[in-house]
């Protein structure tokens, strides 16, 4: 059984999903950490060398493979840019769209100075809009619960996420 966590950049996929994985015992396996992993360079790297196709068909891979994994599941902000995808999450009891305004998000990805991330960190605010606005309805029709992360702290999300999902009741 596993929880897949999906949203925009700065959303908290990563954040939840550790915070999520120690309070129930169990594993956190985030895409984007698999992922460099594999592919044995940063993500910001990968982009420049390859684009952002081949890092989709990489990532959808991913995602075909996490069906057996127990555990919480964090995808990168991308994961519903493939239609395949979108059927993959349509088709799973829990997925969970962590939503947050777009100043928050961008607020957040601007101070994590951990994380580069191509197709927001060093962008205007206006051409990060461009890639958030088409993807908000892919989101909420790839999950089966949102939840609206914009004014609360990660601890508060967690609890959310314990008493919403039906599988913890
Ligand atoms: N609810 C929250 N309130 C305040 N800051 C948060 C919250 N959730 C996450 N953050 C912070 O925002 C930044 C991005 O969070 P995180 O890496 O978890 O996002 P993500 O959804 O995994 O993004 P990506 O799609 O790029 O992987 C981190 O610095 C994190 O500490
Ligand atoms: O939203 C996106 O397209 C991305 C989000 C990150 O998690 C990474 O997967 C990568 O930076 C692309
Ligand atoms: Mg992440």
């Known amino acids: 059984m596993n929880i897949i966590l999906i949203g925009f950049m700065g959303a908290g996929k990563t954040t939840i999903g550790r915070l999520l994985a120690e309070k129930l015992h169990t594993e956190q396996h985030d895409f984007d950490k698999i992922i460099v992993e594999q592919i044995g360079m940063s993500i910001a790297d990968y982009f420049a060398s390859y684009g952002s196709e081949s890092f989709r068909e990489i990532e959808t891979k991913v995602l075909e493979q996490s069906l057996t994994l127990d555990g919480i599941i964090s995808t990168g902000g991308g994961i519903v840019m493939k239609k395949e995808n979108q059927h993959f999450l349509q088709g799973h009891p829990n997925v969970i769209y962590l939503k947050a305004d777009l100043d928050e998000l961008v607020h957040r990805v601007v101070l994590d100075k951990r994380n ?12 990060i809009r461009e890639v958030y606005l088409p993807r908000i309805s892919l989101y909420e029709k790839s999950a089966n619960l949102v939840i609206d992360t914009t004014t609360k702290k990660p601890e508060d999300i967690v609890q959310e996420i314990l008493d919403k999902v039906e599988v913890f009741q």
């Open 116 to 127: 580069v991330r191509p197709l927001a960190s060093s962008k205007s605010i206006d051409e």
